[in-house]
């Protein structure tokens, strides 16, 4: 079965630029969430989709945004970019398990904003 | 709301030394256990998981015991390896209220020398 893959893997933007990153999950994955990791803030979440709904949101600004579609596939977009969004974002896809979600990560897309 | 605290980093240990990285959590349901490890450049692969109290996870030599009566669940490794160098992450995920989202602790450095 093939990963969660991320697109594109590294960007650099411009302060003021907006940005959309890509992740498809596994096939037959439903859920996918986001996440920001830093060095100084470690790994953040930013929300959850599920069946193209978004289930969960975490605190991170509106100029934050996301998108799943019909096949699974989720788009995040972060609009006015500012220096402090320059980070490692990451996308898993769930499967339920016990109590909880397993989750399965991409590699990430390295985001610099200069 | 739910958190997890990991032992603070990093850790060197020299080749087929024993490994613990402490973990506690608070969580308001019964959340599902994960460690996930990450490599450079990578992004977080699962470990090892325990879906309920006492499950003991295991993989590649690694184990764990989720013990919620002192709301643990730390990771030991009676061997490591040089290629065990990598960033260790506990995390909770909890259906009950926060279904895909998991929350990790701030990461434990491990760097093993030959």
């Known amino acids: 079965k093939a990963g969660v893959t991320q697109t594109p893997r590294y960007l650099i933007k411009t302060r003021g630029q907006q940005v959309t990153l890509s992740c498809s999950p596994i096939?037959?994955?439903?859920?996918v969430s986001w996440y920001q990791q830093t060095p100084g803030q470690g790994l953040q979440f930013l929300f959850e989709?599920?069946?193209?709904?978004?289930?969960n949101k975490g605190n991170f600004p509106g100029r934050f945004s996301g998108r799943q579609f019909s096949n699974s596939r989720s788009e995040m977009n972060v609009s006015t970019l500012e220096l402090g969004d320059s980070a490692l974002y990451l996308c898993?896809?769930?499967?339920?398990?016990?109590?909880?979600?397993?989750?399965?990560f991409g590699p990430g897309t390295r985001l610099t904003v200069t | 709301g739910d958190s997890v605290t990991q032992m603070e980093g990093p850790v060197t240990l020299s080749e087929e030394a024993f490994l613990t990285i402490n973990c506690t959590y608070t969580?308001?349901?019964?959340?599902?256990l994960f460690w996930y490890v990450q490599y450079p450049g990578e992004g977080l692969q699962l470990l090892l998981k325990a879906t309920k109290a006492d499950d003991k996870g295991s993989n590649k030599g690694f184990e764990a015991t989720y013990r919620k009566e002192t709301t643990s669940f730390h990771l030991e490794k009676g061997s490591v390896q040089v290629s065990d160098s990598a960033v260790y992450f506990c995390a909770l995920s909890d259906s009950n209220t926060n279904a895909g989202k998991s929350t990790f602790g701030d990461g434990t450095t491990l760097t093993v020398k030959p």
């Open positions: 096939s037959g994955h439903r859920s």
């Open positions: 898993a896809s769930s499967l339920p398990s016990g109590g909880g979600y397993e989750q399965y």
């Open positions: 989709y599920f069946s193209e709904t978004q289930r």
């Open positions: 969580a308001t349901g019964y959340p599902s």
